[in-house]
């Protein structure tokens, strides 16, 4: 079985689209574990119904916002299957993501797993460009660049860790960690995962941005020099790839 860990806040626009992919997947052996972190708008709601519409669905509710980090952690404790898969409330799978991924990783013996990304904006509509996966992504790699989008991921459940709580990228953080131990991730070269680019990512602050970068670098056991350069090269990667993203929509 496959649990599959969702955290939402004020998702109310897209959490229903993101529901029913995983309900439409042709692998049907899931667990749906929604975590909702103190949302003021209906997300609350959509969930509940969700939960009744199908029994592999539960709902957590938090009282007051706490975070990504605490949210993913609270699901992955709930967590029963075999495999831990992630899908944030604004993206999407094909119907066909699961069953394509989990036959990919038991075949290479993967201890963890990701897909290509294809990307959306707030419209629906689709970019040219897709995130390709490497058939092999080893630490040195993923150092330069992130490119295991979190919702395309899946880990086997006793080799997961805690996601870190902090202003830096929290996902990231634990890919890291877990491929330098595993030696490699595997990756699917399918854009399995439709990732949904929000107006508010692309006029984000770019030294948040970049600090949060830092900040991952640090938490995972970096000196801020190396830090520091391993930033800037992250930095490169983040900017060619917006712009190869945004002239998808061209």
Same mark, same amino acid.
């Given at each position: 079985? +496959?649990?599959? &860990? ?12 993101? !529901?029913?992919?995983? $309900? ?8 749906? $574990? ?26 957590? #509710? ?11 952690? #609270? %699901? ?23 069953? *394509? ?7 290479? @013996?993967?201890?963890?797993? =990701? #897909? ?12 040219? =460009? !897709? ?6 992504? @080893?630490? /040195? ?11 395309? &991921?899946?880990?086997? /459940? ?7 709580? %902090?202003?830096?990228?929290?996902? =990231?953080? &634990?890919?890291?960690?877990? +491929?330098?131990?595993? %030696?490699?991730?595997? %990756? ?5 995962? !439709?990732? /949904? ?17 830092? @900040? #991952? ?5 970096? @000196?801020?020099?190396?830090?520091? &350069?391993?930033?800037?090269? =992250?930095? !490169?990667?983040?900017?060619?790839? /917006?712009?190869?993203? *945004?002239?998808?929509?061209?």
């Amino acid at each position: 079985m +496959v649990s599959i &860990v969702m955290p939402a806040f004020n998702a109310e626009k897209t959490i229903a689209a993101s !529901i029913e992919s995983v $309900i439409a997947q042709t692998y049907m052996d899931w667990e749906l $574990i929604i975590i909702d972190d103190g949302s003021k708008d209906s997300t609350p709601q959509l969930i509940l119904d969700a939960v009744e519409r199908d029994k592999r669905i539960q709902g957590i #509710t938090f009282e007051h916002n706490k975070g990504i980090a605490a949210a993913r952690n #609270t %699901g992955i404790k709930k967590a029963k299957g075999e495999w831990i898969a992630f899908l944030d409330s604004d993206d999407l799978w094909t119907e066909d993501k699961l069953k *394509k991924q989990l036959c990919f990783a038991e075949t290479e @013996n993967a201890i963890i797993s =990701y #897909t290509s990304t294809a990307y959306i904006n707030e419209a629906g509509e689709k970019s040219n =460009y !897709i995130l390709q996966a490497k058939p092999m992504l @080893n630490y /040195r790699q993923l150092l330069r660049k992130n490119i295991m989008s979190c919702s395309s &991921v899946i880990i086997r /459940r006793e080799k997961m860790i805690d996601f870190p709580k %902090g202003d830096m990228h929290e996902d =990231y953080a &634990v890919w890291l960690q877990i +491929v330098k131990k595993a %030696g490699q991730a595997h %990756g699917l070269d399918e854009p399995l995962l !439709i990732y /949904r680019q929000s107006s508010s990512s692309w006029s984000g602050n770019r030294v948040k941005s970049a600090k949060m970068i830092f @900040n #991952t670098y640090c938490a995972v056991g970096f @000196n801020r020099i190396t830090s520091l &350069v391993l930033t800037f090269l =992250y930095a !490169i990667h983040s900017v060619s790839k /917006r712009l190869k993203i *945004k002239r998808g929509w061209v």
